[in-house]
């Protein structure tokens, strides 16, 4: 009896830890506008927060089912101009744009994952740069539409219900989604469908096998995937007031890999570690935007050699251990190994 009251108590302990700790950072993230005066600092926790979103819809398709894209910078552009030319040209409201622009980014997903899925490995990496590669002619090209190299200015504020959405306000609805993506994310991964994805990550020719549709699953996840990054495009068009070109090169689709690969692929918390550091190295490097994909290529392949799991995944690793050898140094001579 009082053994099974020990164990439930230790079992208890780090849920009551987690769940502080997650108060904790919601504390965190209300707090600090109220903290932070600086308009800069604020404009780049809220480029971190779209990079976050991006990130988490990415590393649903890369992370947890397996699947090489390099051609989500067309997704977060696809969103966003497809939002910006309906309340630009249609004159629909932001919300009603967001709501039919991110639906759209999914709907393109889903047509681009019918014929790309088919393939696999490299093949499939190639499929999915051109695909952004054609997002990015069709922007420069269909002048009348997006007014090409010029770009979409004048993009006005997002209210609501008459209270305009910016600053401050703008920061608290971006961490809104980043939220909501949060939960989504862990739900669609603990889900029937999650189990399926991940199977397919481990062995795509027997998830077959175990009943899995592997191209139907994979389309979804390509789906959902663009979902997320339709909804950093909507809202990183509006935040800047502008979108053109040279905002949706080859560079956008890097950094979801790069992203991801550094935060820790396959975890719940990689795309937000990776988004934090993506988002503040370009700071960092700044004078050197040439070089930009030089230094990310480099970067990459330093965490794919050395780091393959990333920073939370590495961290988990380095748990794990130290805790196993506390067990190991608590056993006394007597007890057998399990």
């Given at each position: 009896m009082h053994t099974t009251k020990r164990m439930s108590g230790r079992l208890g302990a780090p849920k009551?830890?987690?769940?502080?700790?997650?108060?904790?950072?919601?504390?965190?993230?209300?707090?600090?506008?109220?903290?932070?005066?600086?308009q800069y600092v604020l404009h780049i926790s809220i480029v971190i927060g779209l990079a976050v979103i991006y990130g988490m819809g990415y590393n649903l398709l890369f992370g947890f089912c397996g699947q090489v894209?390099?051609?989500?910078?067309?997704?977060?552009?696809?969103?966003?101009?497809?939002?910006?030319l309906m309340v630009l040209r249609l004159g629909l409201s932001f919300w009603t744009a967001l709501a039919i622009a991110v639906l759209f980014t999914g709907l393109v997903g889903f047509l681009l994952g019918l014929p790309?899925?088919?393939?696999?490995?490299?093949?499939?990496?190639?499929?999915?740069?051109?695909?952004?590669?054609?997002?990015?002619?069709?922007?420069?090209?269909?002048?009348?539409?997006?007014?090409?190299?010029?770009?979409?200015?004048?993009?006005?504020?997002?209210?609501f219900f008459g209270v305009p959405v910016h600053?401050?306000?703008f920061y608290y609805l971006t961490f809104l989604f980043v939220v909501l993506g949060y939960i989504v994310a862990r739900n669609v991964v603990r889900s029937r469908f999650g189990r399926a994805i991940l199977a397919i990550k481990e062995n795509e020719e027997?998830?077959?096998?175990?009943?899995?549709?592997?191209?139907?699953?994979?389309?979804?996840?390509l789906t959902i995937s663009a979902l997320?990054?339709?909804?950093?495009?909507?809202?990183?068009?509006?935040?800047?007031?502008?979108?053109?070109?040279?905002?949706f090169t080859l560079d956008l689709s890097v950094t979801a890999v790069l992203m991801t690969v550094m935060g820790g692929a396959g975890t719940f918390l990689g795309p937000v570690v990776g988004a934090v550091i993506v988002s503040i190295l370009p700071e960092l490097l700044y004078g050197f935007e040439e070089y930009h994909l030089i230094i990310y290529g480099l970067v990459l392949g330093f965490f794919l050699l050395f780091l393959p799991k990333g920073i939370v995944g590495g961290v988990s690793?380095?748990?794990?251990?130290?805790?196993?050898?506390?067990?190991?140094?608590?056993?006394?001579?007597?007890?057998?190994q399990p």
């Open positions: 009551v830890i987690g769940t502080v700790g997650w108060l904790c950072v919601l504390l965190a993230i209300l707090s600090f506008p109220l903290l932070v005066r600086s894209s390099f051609g989500h910078g067309g997704f977060f552009a696809v969103g966003a101009y497809a939002s910006v790309v899925l088919k393939l696999h490995h490299h093949y499939l990496a190639m499929a999915t740069l051109a695909f952004a590669v054609i997002v990015e002619s069709v922007v420069v090209q269909w002048r009348e539409l997006t007014r090409g190299p010029v770009g979409l200015m004048g993009i006005p504020v997002p209210s600053g401050v306000s027997a998830a077959p096998s175990l009943g899995i549709n592997v191209r139907l699953y994979k389309t979804i996840a997320y990054a339709g909804l950093a495009g909507v809202l990183y068009a509006f935040l800047n007031q502008f979108i053109g070109p040279e905002c690793d380095l748990a794990r251990h130290a805790s196993a050898g506390k067990l190991r140094a608590r056993r006394t001579p007597g007890q057998k």
